[in-house]
């Protein structure tokens, strides 16, 4: 890897001008589910491309558009390397609990906050201002380079997925860094090579008519146990799942997933007292725990409700009662084909009288950490950071990235400029402004390892 104190420099150089664009962003509001200045920072966005030197589009969708960029390599480039991004955030409600107002961007102690720097806005701004930076030092990029920027990931991407099948030509890469990355509490980057995936359904069931006061329950019967008996017959008490086939395309971890999970530190003893358990489930502990956490699916109810749930009493059966439940999914579950067995199981188990409606899926999505593209990665975080990161094979949320990366064959890499406690989502929402420059200098070590690797 070549020296990069020349792109470094630039970077210190140009240090309130990249943070100047991030106050800019970060004071646009951008709330895709209420529709809240989503034109204007698209159009933000596009500018910012175009001013470091990006051949831009909008590309329109069903909801709000993709922000796309390119900028082709020099003559030597032969590969191309694709950032994903999102410029929509989260509500920034409740107002009361912020410290500072949430689109009035404030540093306090070295610490910028802001609703979306962490969640993406930060990290955007960083891909922005790596490449930048080395155009500025080298006049030229070792690679082409694209940028994917969507406007709907925080509800849930409806529209990336008819995008990418549409636009495959702008999608294809040769690897895709992800949208973002924190650290743990002693500040030791991460890196994750993947997503679970997810499916979501509603439940509901109907028994009689109209709710009747509970007098009737010993002849009537009750929505609410109806849908208790049929959520049961879902998991057991050890959590197995107990749809037939569930299981069938669960992928074991590989011996290099193993490695991973053995290095990853949990604080196993801490985290339980911070949740007030006595122990996790199943009484599991140590790498057992990791593996269930990472690599087995999940059935979790949601949320269940039926009857009267106010204060005091009411004496009624109610006639329907009704649950959601999200599914967490591991390579190679197909949440569609999970949708379908569920269907089958609650027929086949007498409960097809259950309604079962389809919310949201999306696919799980890893790249194995022995892929040439992860290790090109992580091998870029020594150099930058000092220290080697912290590898998740696995996240066990879950997000789009199967459908603009894995889908077409393209490895992808999440990491970011974020910390232990960035509170994506919540009040106070946050980056160390350390982490937003070092994060800089991360992607330019990136694009120069990556622009230069022969492999």
Same mark, same amino acid.
């Given at each position: 890897?070549?020296?990069?104190?020349?792109?470094?420099?630039?970077?210190?150089?140009?240090?309130?001008?990249?943070?100047?664009?991030?106050?800019?962003?970060?004071?646009?509001?951008?709330?895709?589910?209420?529709?809240?200045?989503?034109?204007?920072?698209?159009?933000?966005?596009?500018?910012?491309?175009?001013?470091?030197?990006?051949?831009?589009?909008?590309?329109?969708?069903?909801?709000?558009?993709?922000?796309?960029?390119?900028?082709?390599?020099?003559?030597?480039?032969?590969?191309?390397?694709?950032?994903?991004?999102?410029?929509?955030?989260?509500?920034?409600?409740?107002?009361?609990?912020?410290?500072?107002?949430?689109?009035?961007?404030?540093?306090?102690?070295?610490?910028?906050?802001?609703?979306?720097?962490?969640?993406?806005?930060?990290?955007?701004?960083?891909?922005?201002?790596?490449?930048?930076?080395?155009?500025?030092?080298?006049?030229?990029?070792?690679?082409?380079?694209?940028?994917?920027?969507?406007?709907?990931?925080?509800?849930?991407?409806?529209?990336?997925?008819?995008?990418?099948?549409?636009?495959?030509?702008?999608?294809?890469?040769?690897?895709?860094?992800?949208?973002?990355?924190?650290?743990?509490?002693?500040?030791?980057?991460?890196?994750?090579?993947?997503?679970?995936?997810?499916?979501?359904?509603?439940?509901?069931?109907?028994?009689?008519?109209?709710?009747?006061?509970?007098?009737?329950?010993?002849?009537?019967?009750?929505?609410?146990?109806?849908?208790?008996?049929?959520? *049961?017959?879902?998991?057991?008490?050890?959590? +197995?799942?107990?749809?037939? /086939? @569930?299981? $069938?395309?669960? =992928?074991?971890?590989? &011996?290099?997933?193993?490695?991973?999970?053995?290095?990853?530190?949990?604080?196993?003893?801490?985290?339980?007292?911070?949740?007030?358990?006595?122990?996790?489930?199943?009484?599991?502990?140590?790498?057992?725990?990791?593996?269930?956490?990472?690599?087995?699916?999940?059935?979790?109810?949601?949320?269940?409700?039926?009857?009267?749930?106010?204060?005091?009493?009411?004496?009624?059966?109610?006639?329907?009662?009704?649950?959601?439940?999200?599914?967490?999914?591991?390579?190679?579950?197909?949440?569609? *084909?999970?949708?379908?067995?569920?269907?089958? +199981?609650?027929?086949?188990? /007498? @409960?097809? $009288?259950?309604? =079962?409606?389809?919310? &949201?899926?999306?696919?799980?999505?890893?790249?194995?950490?022995?892929?040439?593209?992860?290790?090109?990665?992580?091998?870029?975080?020594?150099?930058?950071?000092?220290?080697?990161?912290?590898?998740?094979?696995?996240?066990?949320?879950?997000?789009?990235?199967?459908?603009?990366?894995?889908?077409?064959?393209?490895?992808?890499?999440?990491?970011?400029?974020?910390?232990?406690?960035?509170?994506?989502?919540?009040?106070?929402?946050?980056?160390?402004?350390?982490?937003?420059?070092?994060?800089?200098?991360?992607?330019?070590?990136?694009?120069?390892?990556?622009?230069?690797?022969?492999?």
């Amino acid at each position: 890897m070549s020296n990069m104190d020349d792109v470094f420099q630039v970077i210190e150089d140009r240090r309130e001008v990249y943070l100047g664009w991030l106050t800019e962003i970060c004071r646009q509001p951008s709330i895709a589910a209420q529709n809240k200045g989503m034109k204007e920072t698209a159009l933000m966005v596009e500018r910012m491309l175009n001013d470091i030197g990006a051949k831009t589009q909008q590309v329109p969708t069903a909801g709000y558009p993709v922000v796309y960029g390119e900028i082709g390599g020099g003559s030597g480039a032969t590969k191309t390397l694709s950032f994903y991004d999102h410029y929509d955030v989260q509500p920034a409600d409740p107002l009361e609990l912020w410290e500072s107002a949430p689109f009035e961007p404030d540093i306090r102690d070295g610490t910028f906050y802001a609703r979306g720097v962490s969640d993406n806005k930060g990290n955007l701004i960083a891909r922005l201002a790596a490449v930048d930076a080395y155009l500025r030092a080298r006049g030229e990029l070792p690679t082409n380079v694209k940028f994917i920027f969507e406007g709907e990931e925080e509800i849930g991407s409806p529209n990336l997925g008819a995008f990418a099948e549409a636009h495959q030509d702008l999608i294809q890469a040769d690897g895709c860094i992800w949208e973002a990355g924190y650290c743990d509490i002693q500040g030791r980057r991460e890196v994750y090579l993947g997503l679970k995936g997810i499916l979501y359904v509603e439940y509901h069931v109907e028994q009689a008519n109209t709710d009747m006061h509970s007098m009737w329950a010993a002849i009537v019967p009750s929505a609410a146990w109806r849908l208790l008996r049929a959520l *049961e017959s879902i998991k057991d008490e050890r959590e +197995h799942i107990l749809i037939p /086939g @569930f299981y $069938d395309r669960v =992928v074991p971890p590989t &011996a290099a997933d193993k490695t991973a999970l053995a290095e990853m530190p949990f604080d196993e003893a801490g985290r339980r007292t911070q949740l007030g358990l006595d122990s996790f489930i199943n009484g599991l502990t140590g790498p057992a725990l990791l593996e269930q956490h990472m690599f087995q699916p999940t059935a979790n109810i949601a949320g269940i409700w039926s009857g009267y749930t106010s204060e005091g009493m009411k004496t009624v059966l109610p006639h329907e009662a009704n649950a959601k439940m999200d599914f967490r999914l591991v390579p190679d579950q197909d949440p569609n *084909e999970i949708f379908g067995l569920l269907q089958r +199981h609650l027929q086949d188990t /007498g @409960f097809g $009288d259950v309604e =079962v409606k389809l919310l &949201a899926e999306e696919h799980p999505a890893r790249t194995a950490p022995d892929n040439a593209f992860a290790k090109l990665i992580i091998d870029t975080f020594k150099p930058a950071y000092g220290h080697d990161p912290i590898i998740y094979p696995l996240v066990p949320g879950s997000g789009p990235m199967y459908q603009l990366c894995q889908k077409y064959g393209i490895p992808a890499v999440s990491l970011g400029v974020g910390n232990e406690n960035s509170r994506n989502h919540a009040p106070n929402e946050n980056i160390h402004v350390r982490d937003f420059y070092k994060g800089i200098e991360h992607l330019a070590v990136i694009l120069d390892r990556f622009g230069t690797d022969e492999t």
